[in-house]
């Protein structure tokens, strides 16, 4: 079945406590991206990646890091977490081969909760 | 100003109703519009998409661009029940990083 895989689904972590959420997608997809959804603000682009080794920021890039090393993962770094950094992160992919076609497969979502 | 501009609801309707869900925007070199549906606790998934100005219909979804008004609209017909969700637009200038509004919650009471 043709999925993206994040996890945890659930953290709630503390202050400065460096953490990681793994995204994983089996579609053979070029591009991946992280948002994060926040109530009265929608989904905002943390970081995005068009393929191996390159990424590039999106609009809230600041606390975070990412990495794509394979074309099938690419996990979300929070070093030094702060409260700020509570909300739901959605990975996301699509395939570039006939060009950009508006659609993202999205991940089931990553609850985050910093205290 | 935020660049994407979304009414957030809640719209509720009752079935049968014909729904039209809106957006504005300020970048006028957005040319890639999408409508993407997103069921409670699940992640959000492609309604619609149309390239630069137009119109574009699916079954009962209907999705409009009027470029020079800089706002889009999706009008669902003959709604369900089970198109309650939250309704989000989104927007890309070159198809690499979407915008997106805040979403419309949508009930549709039987």
């Known amino acids: 079945e043709a999925q993206v895989t994040q996890n945890p689904r659930y953290l709630i972590t503390v202050t400065g406590k460096k953490l990681t959420v793994t995204c994983s997608q089996n579609?053979?997809?070029?591009?991946m991206s992280w948002y994060r959804q926040d109530p009265g603000l929608g989904l905002r682009q943390i970081y995005y990646?068009?393929?191996?080794?390159?990424?590039d920021k999106g609009d809230v890039p600041e606390g975070y890091k990412v990495s794509r090393k394979e074309k099938r993962n690419f996990p979300l770094i929070l070093e030094s977490p702060s409260p700020n950094q509570t909300s739901l992160y959605f990975c996301?992919?699509?395939?570039?081969?006939?060009?950009?076609?508006?659609?993202?497969?999205f991940g089931e979502g990553s609850r985050l909760t910093v205290l | 100003q935020k660049e994407v501009e979304q009414d957030p609801g809640p719209l509720s309707v009752p079935e049968g109703a014909i729904v039209s869900l809106n957006c504005t925007y300020s970048?006028?070199?957005?040319?890639?519009f999408m409508w993407y549906r997103q069921y409670s606790r699940k992640g959000p998934e492609l309604l619609m998409y149309?390239?630069?100005?137009g119109n574009k219909e699916d079954g009962r979804f209907t999705a409009q661009v009027d470029k020079s008004s800089k706002y889009i609209s999706l009008f669902i017909r003959d709604s369900q029940p089970s198109d309650s969700a939250t309704y989000l637009c989104?927007?890309?200038?070159?198809?690499?990083?979407?915008?997106f509004g805040a979403g419309t919650i949508l009930r549709v009471k039987s």
């Open positions: 996301a992919s699509s395939s570039l081969e006939r060009g950009f076609t508006g659609e993202l497969f």
């Open positions: 579609m053979n997809h070029e591009y």
């Open positions: 990646s068009m393929n191996v080794e390159v990424t």
């Open positions: 970048n006028s070199a957005f040319q890639y």
């Open positions: 149309t390239y630069s100005s």
């Open positions: 989104a927007m890309d200038e070159y198809g690499n990083k979407l915008v």
